[in-house]
Each structure stands twice: as structure tokens, then as C-alpha cells.
């Protein structure tokens, strides 16, 4: 189950460059809801609050319970504007959501079973070419990470996305490939035995 993390908002009463300065002289973040066939909602984050939780691990794959006057918002993060220089939050979009939404999100891999490599096992090198995979799932079913299996890999296999079982309901966002996510290298000592001679 989705990870719903509740979050308190006020409500901005107008939207544009001017209201949203001012909200950030008041030491808020100016966000906007959206989605769901209803109107966007301006509203404004507090500073300290929002960025805790920003920069919690999967932050991009949490939902989120935002209050504004009393009425709950369940929404997805889309997208978090930064200053180009101090890194500070400079707005926030919110995506609206529902039992029946599905979205894509970029979910962390996780890999598992390591010391049942083959390959790991005599010193070879776990290369990781994607450390997220881009899934199409339901709003209320995002996946903390997926789990991938080393077991019985050796050196010079890749491991494909064919060999990942995701979650029901949830599906990759490429499908004319089976890519490669990771494949167990040769250490570089290995390459130069058996390829160069001194």
C-alpha cells in the first residue's frame, strides 16, 4: 500500500508572480493542486514542514492528504521548482488523485540475493544501468521500489526487465524492449589477465 503522508495547507486567494513572492516573503511555499475535473487550487505550503518531507526517500512516489480550510486533497507530487542557486522550494504542483488514477512514477530498484551470484560470489562487479524503472501503475498501489534477484547470475549476464516481477496492476512504461537493468562485469584485475599481455 501507497505510503499517505498528511500534509496542512492554506488557501491563496489569487494566483501570479506578485501573490506568489508575497507568500514567499510570509515564509511559505506557493503549490497548486490540479487534476481530477476540478479547478486548480492555489494554495501554500509552510516552508520548514514541506521541506522535511521533501527530502524524505520516494517523496516523488508518496501520496499525500493536503488540508486546505478543512477539506482533504489526496495528490501526488508532479513537480518542485528550485532556485537555481540556493536550492530552496520555490513552488510545488500537486496532482490530484483518486482510487481510479494511474500515473507514472520513477520507482528505486532494489537488488537482493547478491551472495547467491555466481559471479558476485568469485568478485565480479554489479553494474546497475538503471537505478529506477519508469512504471505505470495506480495512484493508490505506487510501489516503494522493486525487488530484483541476483541469484544464479554470473559473470558476463545481464538481467532484463523480462526477469522482474512487478506488483498486479502495475506495468513498465517501455514495452518494445526488454532492457537491460543491470549485468555482472569482471572485475578489472580479470579483464587484464586474460585479455593483455605486459
Known amino acids: 500500500m501507497t505510503k499517505i503522508i498528511p500534509l496542512g ?3 491563496r486567494e489569487r494566483a501570479g508572480k506578485g501573490t506568489a513572492r508575497q507568500t514567499r516573503r510570509d515564509g511559505r511555499i506557493p503549490a497548486v493542486i490540479y487534476g481530477g475535473k476540478q479547478a486548480p487550487t492555489t494554495i501554500s505550503l ?5 521541506t522535511r518531507v521533501l527530502h524524505q526517500p520516494g517523496f516523488f512516489t508518496h501520496l499525500f492528504d493536503v488540508t486546505v480550510d478543512g477539506a482533504a486533497h489526496r495528490v501526488l507530487p508532479r513537480d518542485v ?9 520555490l513552488h510545488v504542483d500537486f496532482l ?3 482510487s481510479d488514477t494511474r500515473v507514472v512514477v520513477h520507482v528505486p530498484v532494489e537488488f537482493v540475493s547478491q551472495d547467491k551470484s555466481p559471479g558476485l560470489k568469485r568478485g565480479a562487479v554489479l553494474n546497475i544501468v538503471r537505478h529506477e524503472l519508469d512504471l505505470e501503475c495506480p495512484a493508490d498501489s505506487i510501489p516503494e521500489h522493486v525487488t530484483i534477484s541476483c541469484e544464479g ?3 558476463g549476464d545481464s538481467i532484463h526487465m523480462s526477469a522482474v516481477t512487478l ?5 513498465s512504461v517501455i514495452t518494445d524492449r526488454d532492457f537491460t537493468i543491470a549485468t555482472i562485469i569482471a572485475p578489472s584485475g580479470l579483464k587484464s589477465e586474460g585479455g593483455e599481455t605486459a
Open 96 to 98: 490530484r488523485v483518486t
Open 46 to 50: 509552510e516552508k520548514f514542514e514541506f
Open 9 to 11: 495547507a492554506e488557501g
Open 81 to 89: 521548482q528550485f532556485h537555481p542557486v540556493t536550492d530552496v522550494p
Open 167 to 171: 506488483p498486479e496492476g502495475v506495468t
Open 153 to 155: 547470475y554470473d559473470v
